[in-house]
């Protein structure tokens, strides 16, 4: 005789899907910092067009019809890469435009109109927070930071903060420049314009 299953139990199943649910949630909530699992396709489409490469970045780069040229490159400290047929180069505070235009050049010498694509696969971009935070120090991101989410990554002013009294050193091209910030006013929404962002490497004085 054929043995038929009870119907589904909606009611049992209830706990299951909320939790699967909740899991989601939580998920898609991860902070920035947390990006270990996440850091492939994210870290990539984090990255603007203006980024300056930096070291500790993992650049993605493939030789169109060239299967021996497409591989994925560390950034070392001292700011350089190596790649078959192109050798060593600096990359450190160049665009990606940049370094392509240079992997083109050098292989030109071996390969007739190379079509060269790069792309920044894994990003590591430092931030410092220091002063009167709650928990002062180097900031990770995977992207890029404002001011704001810098502060609010560094656990926000202590209560004895001047907050209305932050500099925030910043690099801008060649230059390092100094910069007030007004934590107060940019809180309620105003002085928008203060709240930029960031360059890897800025710190953020909070007195």
């Not at 649910?21 to 939580?26: D, E, H, K």
């Not at 002063?131 to 989410?149: A, C, F, H, T, Y």
Request: hydrophobic share 40%; proline share 7%; net charge negative.
């Amino acid at each position: 005789m054929p043995q038929f299953s009870p119907p589904c139990n909606h009611q049992s199943m209830k706990p299951k899907s909320s939790a699967l649910v909740l899991a989601i949630l939580l998920c898609s909530q991860s902070p920035i910092g947390s990006y270990a699992d996440a850091a492939g396709n994210a870290a990539e489409n984090a990255v603007p067009a203006e980024y300056r490469i930096s070291p500790g970045d993992i650049l993605d780069i493939s030789v169109w019809k060239e299967e021996g040229l497409s591989k994925e490159v560390l950034v070392r400290p001292d700011g350089g890469i190596s790649f078959p047929l192109v050798g060593d180069l600096a990359v450190q505070g160049s665009t990606v435009d940049t370094v392509t235009g240079q992997i083109i050049e050098r292989l030109s010498g071996y390969i007739a109109e190379p079509v060269v694509t790069v792309a920044v696969k894994h990003s590591n971009q430092r931030f410092y927070v220091v002063g009167k935070v709650n928990k002062p120090g180097e900031i990770l991101s995977v992207s890029r930071l404002n001011v704001m989410q810098a502060i609010a990554m560094a656990g926000g002013p202590t209560p004895f903060a001047n907050d209305d009294d932050i500099t925030v050193i910043h690099h801008t091209g060649n230059r390092t420049v100094s910069l007030s910030f007004d934590y107060a006013a940019v809180s309620k929404g105003e002085d928008l314009e203060q709240n930029i962002t960031l360059e890897p490497g800025d710190v953020v004085v909070v007195r």
